[in-house]
């Protein structure tokens, strides 16, 4: 996966996926991948020493527009299969409520070990489904990107890196 915001953070990320553990979630990711679905996403939140996420808006991404590109159907949560919210792993994110299934494009990448907020026991847990195994400086690159607090429709307050990372590619390797 490769992105940039043409203002210095540019780069690209390896992701290895676990389809043994969580194959329902890494047959849906590659399906984004595979139709093309990520490039022109951004990653559109940073939470500093904690995560980035991308995956499911597209730019321009400010106070006044905030788009979110369609998707297909959600998937059911994948959790309690082995993965863990560790620093570099992969999970795919959903609502907050974690028996409708909600998890669709977007995804986040672990900064640190978030094993205890995010696997399940506090909350129902977030589905591991890979872990990032080449670009790790440029995963800090956009987590330590400019970025500004802008409210969401939701009500929640994003970290937005700005100008805004676009993703300009996603290829499944092998």
């Given at each position: 996966?490769?992105?940039?915001?043409?203002?210095?953070?540019?780069?690209?990320?390896?992701?290895?996926?676990a389809?043994?553990?969580?194959?329902?979630t890494?047959?849906n990711?590659l399906?984004?991948?595979?139709?093309?679905?990520y490039?022109?996403?951004?990653f559109?939140?940073?939470?500093?020493?904690?995560?980035v996420q991308?995956?499911?808006?597209?730019?321009p991404?400010?106070?006044?527009?905030q788009t979110?590109?369609?998707?297909g159907a959600?998937?059911p949560?994948e959790v309690?299969?082995g993965l863990s919210?560790t620093?570099?792993?992969?999970?795919?994110?959903?609502?907050?409520?974690?028996?409708?299934?909600?998890?669709?494009?977007?995804f986040?990448?672990?900064?640190?070990d978030?094993?205890?907020?995010?696997?399940p026991?506090?909350?129902?847990?977030?589905a591991?489904f890979g872990?990032?195994?080449?670009?790790t400086?440029?995963v800090m690159?956009i987590?330590?990107a400019?970025?500004?607090s802008i409210?969401?429709?939701l009500?929640?307050?994003f970290c937005v890196?700005?100008?805004?990372?676009?993703?300009?590619s996603?290829a499944?390797?092998?």
């Amino acid at each position: 996966m490769a992105f940039d915001n043409h203002a210095g953070v540019a780069g690209s990320i390896v992701v290895t996926l676990a389809p043994d553990k969580t194959p329902i979630t890494v047959n849906n990711f590659l399906s984004y991948v595979h139709s093309g679905f990520y490039v022109g996403t951004l990653f559109h939140l940073v939470s500093p020493g904690f995560s980035v996420q991308g995956g499911g808006y597209v730019a321009p991404f400010d106070s006044v527009t905030q788009t979110l590109k369609p998707t297909g159907a959600p998937i059911p949560l994948e959790v309690g299969k082995g993965l863990s919210n560790t620093q570099w792993s992969i999970s795919m994110a959903r609502t907050k409520d974690p028996d409708t299934a909600s998890a669709t494009t977007q995804f986040f990448i672990n900064l640190a070990d978030n094993s205890v907020p995010l696997d399940p026991g506090i909350t129902s847990g977030y589905a591991v489904f890979g872990s990032v195994t080449g670009g790790t400086a440029d995963v800090m690159a956009i987590a330590g990107a400019p970025c500004v607090s802008i409210p969401l429709v939701l009500s929640s307050v994003f970290c937005v890196p700005t100008p805004n990372i676009v993703i300009w590619s996603a290829a499944q390797t092998r």
